[in-house]
């Protein structure tokens, strides 16, 4: 039985959550990194769509995730996790690390900073991803206001500190999804008006069809009458 199993849901709080999971886009990652051993050369993805307090034998700041590859679909307003490594069986020596959020972007290319026992330069180049800034990111700051707020820990299998100052400090996802709710409405509208016209043009139809039966009809009595007349 996995751990998720053996929590209940009224042991749960969500604190940010994709509102429509059905709205999503194709994303697309390619890369040109240093590579020290293609044996042990690691290239991660990580799509991330909630944020949520869970209660194990104690309280946990937790993400519901999933993983992807190089080219994958996730919904709008979600952050993704980018990790690649390069190095031997015992040491890494090359690290790269970036958080995007998943917004509708054309496709662009990015020279970034490759961590490393050297200094070295790689190209990064994502479709329908933006690149998100932790300049100001305090974990320390982030871990007392969750303990505080929540009486929660945070989870050492997610990174939960910097998800929640994303979505919840810096709410990075407002817009996004705000923007694509009023695009949606919009489109609605549209569809609306669409089948309205149609329905017009329907019932016009139906008037002249009953219109020129009426003047057959109307036709056929005066022709009845002409010939009473004549008798």
């Known amino acids: 039985m996995e751990i998720d199993d053996m929590v209940r849901e009224d042991e749960e709080q969500v604190l940010f959550e994709i509102p429509d999971k059905t709205r999503v886009v194709a994303c697309r990652v390619t890369y040109e990194f240093p590579v020290f051993n293609p044996r042990h ?13 869970r209660k194990y034998r104690n309280r946990y700041l937790v993400a519901k ?3 992807a590859r190089r080219e994958f679909t996730a919904p709008l307003g979600s952050i993704v996790k980018i990790t690649y490594t390069t190095g031997s069986n015992k040491h890494v020596y090359y690290r790269y690390l970036q958080y995007f959020i998943v917004d509708n972007a054309e496709e662009k ?3 970034v900073d490759v961590e490393g026992r050297e ?10 991803l933006v690149p998100l800034s932790l300049d100001d990111f305090d974990k320390s700051e982030i871990e ?5 707020t929540y009486n ?9 500190a910097e998800l929640y100052h994303f979505w919840i400090k810096k709410r990075v996802a407002d817009t996004i999804i705000q923007a694509n709710s009023i695009t949606t409405h919009d ?9 309205l016209d149609e329905l017009v043009k329907q019932k016009e139809q139906e008037l002249q069809t009953l219109k020129e ?9 005066q022709l009845e009458q002409m010939k009473k007349q004549l008798v």
């Open 41 to 53: 050369t690691h290239f991660d993805v990580t799509v991330y769509i909630s944020l949520r307090i």
């Open 144 to 148: 007392a206001e969750v303990m505080n």
């Open 187 to 195: 489109m609605d509208i549209e569809e609306q008006m669409k089948k």
């Open 109 to 111: 290319e990015y020279e």
């Open 152 to 160: 929660a820990r945070l989870s050492e299998y997610d990174p939960a």
């Open 213 to 221: 039966q009426l003047q057959q009809l109307q036709l056929k009595q």
């Open 65 to 67: 995730k999933k993983t």
């Open 119 to 128: 200094e070295e330069k790689g190209k990064i180049k994502v479709k329908n």
